[in-house]
Nanobody, 114 residues
Framework: QLEESGGGLVQPGESLRLSCAAS????????MGWYRQAPGELRVLVAT???????NYADSVKGRFTISGDNAKKTVDLQMNSLKPEDTAVYYC??????????WGKGTLVTVSS
């Protein structure tokens, strides 16, 4: 019900853009966002955006990543600049509804390596 795209292999310092679209079966989305999980680590928040446009970022990505969303299209994008090897992880799209339901995408792999 959440479909992600845009992962891949890039070199340090390069950019990637992740996109996520929610299906029509998900209603009353309150916020959408991105989380990531590196090998052997827990899944952590990267960035979120509410339906009102309020954004929140992990300290590790502030100034490098930008989240944007389109309420009508039920999409969320993550522009990632100045990528570092420590950004390597599987990135998951998330949507939270006003009914307190949580939806997750299957994840897209981002690898930053020279």
């Amino acid at each position: 019900q959440l479909e992600e795209s845009g992962g891949g292999l890039v070199q340090p310092g390069e950019s990637l853009r992740l996109s996520c679209a929610a299906s029509g079966s998900i209603f009353k989305i309150n916020s959408m966002g991105w989380y990531r999980q590196a090998p052997g680590e827990l899944r952590v928040l990267v960035a979120t955006i509410t339906s009102g446009g309020y954004t929140n970022y992990a300290d590790s990505v502030k100034g490098r990543f930008t989240i944007s969303g389109d309420n009508a299209k039920k999409t969320v994008d993550l522009q990632m600049n100045s990528l570092k090897p420590e950004d390597t992880a599987v990135y998951y799209c998330n949507a939270k509804t006003t009914a307190r339901k949580d939806y997750w995408g299957k994840g897209t792999l981002v690898t930053v390596s020279s």
